[in-house]
């Protein structure tokens, strides 16, 4: 089986440096042994002008059939000749897919040491793999790669014999994709593509094939139309599994828009961006704008209330100038991927002592929310049902009372700008409501002249002249003691005891 990655370069912007990205040189032949057979790696092609690097994949029928694997859909005996006559050695698979996570291990990571800002350039990029296996045909192919950033998704069925056309075309094609993409981004589509598109894959499934898949998926398989579909036969429709997994993407997809899925909407409209980069997500612009405000407060000891998938918490993480860092979320899922998206099992004795995830409900106070510089509620408020924000107003002002308090929510008026969003819909299922600025004025006020606070408003993203920006962020600052005597209404406190360790998720 065979693939090739083919791009072009510039006198200042060489084509070799596919090289480097790749980790192997264009002027040797790299052989690496698999399980099932051999990997050969080399360039038949490199100058500064057009690289190419090809791998092949010699596979063993006999080493795959001996290694337990020669049996047939279902867990059935394949005859005795199909066991060593089959596709294996020639058509890309998962075997192939396999190949592809080992050789080029720390490209598909994204790393490269010599030369660390070529991960992040995108490539003018060629990939070829002149025989696909594809249950689902052409069509299949086009739905698997067509959202992904590729200008051109070719899928050319190849017949079943070309002396006989009229036997009619394969379950086989010739893939071309082309496009400017991120080379560890084109790697991980294909580490899981390929095993999708062949639907038969070669190991056994265990639970942390649904890690593989988070890992492989993260940055674009959770906004994938066909998510679902990929995750079941990627998990070789392992029912349990696969849920897991459509969970987790959910959870991946909610953090991530935050209460928007059309932030790519949001770049488009955009007239005043240079088409020819890649416009800031809302998403990033609002983590922007907390940092930005954290500092402008000199907060060190940061709450993070609502943490979600924990992408704020990431870059918290990566600032030293926030010494204590606390996430906090109700869902537990929600915390176990935040742990494995910071991940705590590795972190330096250092780091981990920076940060601490925590379970627990904003409706009710928390003694361990206490003593901190400032607390971050970053698109959470528009979760909750109106008549329990009292509840949190307290629980946060009230009782933990940080010396800064950041609120973001999503501005109303701007949903007018959402091309794809019909009239009188909020930006998220969940969503219990979406505020005016003046609505969220309103709410905000109050808030802080019961609590001791003043407050001030920023605007996060491009400021419409018309209906104001896309969200709207309410900056708090502790003034003096709380006035409030008693708390309206006096919420249930929260006595547990049982706090995680540090760097744990509860």
Same mark, same amino acid.
């Given at each position: 089986?065979? $693939?090739?990655?083919?791009?072009?370069?510039?006198?200042?912007?060489?084509?070799?440096?596919?090289?480097?990205?790749?980790?192997?040189?264009?002027?040797?032949? *790299?052989? #690496?042994?698999?399980?099932?057979?051999?990997?050969?790696?080399?360039?038949?092609?490199?100058?500064?002008?057009?690289?190419?690097?090809?791998?092949?994949?010699?596979?063993?029928?006999?080493?795959?059939?001996?290694?337990?694997?020669?049996?047939?859909?279902?867990?059935?005996?394949?005859?005795?000749?199909?066991?060593?006559?089959?596709?294996?050695?020639?058509?890309?698979?998962?075997?192939?897919?396999?190949?592809?996570?080992?050789?080029?291990?720390?490209?598909?990571?994204?790393?490269?040491? $010599?030369?660390?800002?070529? @991960?992040?350039?995108?490539?003018?990029?060629?990939?070829?793999?002149?025989?696909?296996?594809?249950?689902?045909?052409?069509?299949?192919?086009?739905?698997?790669?067509?959202?992904?950033? /590729?200008?051109?998704?070719?899928?050319? @069925?190849?017949?079943?014999?070309?002396?006989?056309?009229?036997?009619?075309?394969?379950?086989?094609?010739?893939?071309?994709?082309?496009?400017?993409? *991120? !080379? +560890?981004?084109?790697?991980?589509?294909?580490?899981?593509?390929?095993?999708? !598109?062949?639907?038969?894959?070669?190991?056994?499934?265990?639970?942390?094939?649904?890690?593989?898949?988070?890992?492989?998926?993260?940055?674009?398989?959770?906004?994938?139309?066909?998510?679902?579909?990929?995750?079941?036969?990627?998990?070789?429709?392992?029912?349990?599994? %696969?849920?897991?997994?459509?969970?987790?993407?959910?959870?991946?997809?909610?953090?991530?828009?935050?209460?928007?899925?059309?932030?790519?909407?949001?770049?488009?409209?955009?007239?005043?961006?240079?088409?020819?980069?890649?416009?800031?997500?809302?998403?990033?612009?609002?983590? #922007?704008?907390?940092?930005? +405000?954290?500092?402008?407060?000199?907060?060190?000891?940061?709450?993070?209330?609502?943490?979600?998938?924990?992408?704020?918490?990431?870059?918290?993480? &990566?600032?030293?100038?926030?010494?204590?860092?606390?996430?906090?979320?109700?869902?537990?899922?929600?915390?176990?991927?935040?742990?494995?998206?910071?991940?705590?099992?590795?972190? &330096?004795?250092?780091?981990?002592? *920076?940060?601490?995830?925590?379970?627990?409900?904003?409706?009710?106070?928390?003694?361990?929310?206490?003593?901190?510089?400032?607390?971050?509620?970053?698109?959470?408020?528009?979760?909750?049902?109106?008549?329990?924000? @009292?509840?949190?107003?307290? +629980?946060?002002?009230?009782?933990?009372?940080?010396?800064?308090?950041?609120?973001?929510?999503?501005?109303?008026?701007?949903?007018?700008? /959402?091309?794809?969003?019909?009239? &009188?819909?909020?930006?998220?299922?969940?969503?219990?409501?979406?505020?005016?600025?003046?609505?969220?004025?309103?709410?905000?006020?109050?808030?802080?002249?019961?609590?001791?606070?003043?407050?001030?408003?920023?605007?996060?993203?491009?400021?419409?002249?018309?209906?104001?920006?896309?969200?709207?962020?309410?900056?708090?600052?502790? %003034?003096?003691?709380?006035?409030?005597?008693?708390?309206?209404?006096?919420?249930?406190?929260?006595?547990?005891?049982?706090?995680?360790?540090?760097?744990?998720?509860?």
């Amino acid at each position: 089986m065979f $693939l090739t990655i083919t791009t072009t370069g510039t006198a200042e912007n060489p084509a070799t440096d596919l090289g480097f990205l790749l980790h192997k040189h264009p002027d040797r032949v *790299r052989v #690496e042994s698999q399980s099932h057979g051999t990997a050969h790696v080399f360039y038949p092609e490199a100058t500064a002008e057009r690289c190419t690097a090809a791998l092949m994949l010699e596979v063993d029928p006999v080493a795959l059939v001996r290694r337990g694997r020669g049996k047939g859909r279902g867990g059935a005996p394949d005859a005795a000749i199909a066991q060593y006559v089959n596709d294996r050695p020639y058509a890309a698979s998962s075997l192939l897919a396999v190949a592809l996570g080992g050789v080029f291990r720390t490209a598909l990571k994204g790393r490269c040491a $010599l030369r660390p800002e070529l @991960p992040e350039r995108a490539l003018p990029l060629r990939i070829e793999i002149p025989v696909l296996p594809a249950r689902g045909g052409a069509a299949l192919v086009h739905r698997l790669f067509g959202p992904l950033g /590729w200008e051109q998704v070719s899928a050319e @069925p190849l017949p079943l014999d070309e002396r006989f056309p009229e036997w009619g075309e394969s379950r086989y094609v010739r893939l071309v994709l082309e496009g400017e993409l *991120r !080379l +560890a981004d084109a790697l991980r589509q294909l580490y899981v593509l390929l095993p999708v !598109l062949d639907d038969a894959k070669h190991y056994w499934i265990s639970p942390d094939e649904v890690d593989k898949l988070m890992r492989a998926g993260d940055g674009w398989l959770a906004a994938h139309p066909e998510h679902a579909l990929i995750s079941s036969r990627y998990l070789a429709r392992h029912k349990r599994l %696969t849920q897991n997994a459509i969970e987790r993407l959910e959870l991946v997809r909610l953090a991530e828009s935050d209460g928007s899925e059309v932030e790519e909407i949001d770049n488009a409209v955009d007239e005043h961006a240079d088409t020819q980069e890649r416009p800031v997500p809302l998403a990033a612009r609002r983590r #922007e704008a907390i940092l930005a +405000a954290l500092k402008a407060a000199g907060a060190a000891r940061v709450l993070d209330l609502g943490c979600g998938q924990g992408q704020l918490l990431q870059a918290l993480l &990566g600032d030293v100038s926030f010494t204590r860092i606390v996430g906090m979320d109700v869902s537990v899922r929600a915390l176990q991927i935040a742990a494995r998206r910071l991940r705590l099992e590795r972190l &330096g004795e250092r780091q981990s002592a *920076r940060i601490t995830l925590l379970q627990g409900s904003l409706a009710y106070t928390d003694k361990r929310l206490a003593g901190y510089d400032a607390a971050v509620l970053s698109e959470v408020i528009e979760h909750l049902d109106p008549e329990r924000l @009292p509840a949190l107003e307290y +629980a946060v002002f009230g009782a933990a009372r940080p010396g800064t308090v950041l609120v973001t929510t999503p501005n109303v008026e701007y949903n007018v700008r /959402w091309e794809t969003l019909p009239a &009188g819909h909020v930006r998220h299922d969940d969503h219990r409501f979406e505020w005016t600025r003046e609505e969220f004025r309103a709410w905000a006020e109050p808030v802080a002249q019961r609590h001791g606070y003043t407050v001030a408003y920023v605007p996060v993203g491009d400021d419409d002249p018309e209906v104001g920006p896309p969200t709207q962020m309410a900056v708090f600052t502790r %003034t003096g003691p709380d006035p409030t005597a008693t708390p309206t209404p006096t919420p249930t406190e929260n006595t547990t005891t049982d706090t995680p360790k540090e760097g744990e998720a509860a």
